[in-house]
């Protein structure tokens, strides 16, 4: 299952699913940035959910991702719907 998708200039950039969030070892190289690596299925759904309720576009976390391109942002593709735009001067939505 996908949970999180991050799309740069209007493609997909990469995402987050089973291999980070059932991952044994410690590295995470996925969109989540460690968020939900190696927590499970259900514990990385309760991150996932968490991660995108309280970010705005100028959190810091996104921070790593600011490079990327001039359209920027992650969706989360889990049972709650949202996105956050990290695109400089655009609105949160």
């Given amino acids: 299952m996908v949970l999180i998708r991050v799309y740069v200039d209007g493609s997909q950039y990469g995402q987050c ?3 980070c969030y059932n991952a044994k070892g410690t590295a995470c190289t996925c969109c989540c ?3 939900n ?3 499970g299925l259900i514990a990385a759904l309760a991150s996932t959910r968490q991660l995108f309720a309280h970010r705005r576009k100028d959190d810091p976390f996104f921070d ?3 490079d990327l391109g001039d359209d920027v942002y ?3 593709e889990v049972p709650f719907s949202g996105f956050v735009d990290i695109t400089p001067g655009r609105a949160t939505p």
Wanted: net charge neutral.
């Fill in 17 to 19: 699913d089973a291999r």
């Fill in 33 to 35: 940035m460690g968020s």
């Fill in 37 to 39: 690596h190696g927590l």
């Fill in 64 to 66: 790593p991702l600011r």
């Fill in 74 to 76: 992650f969706e989360a």
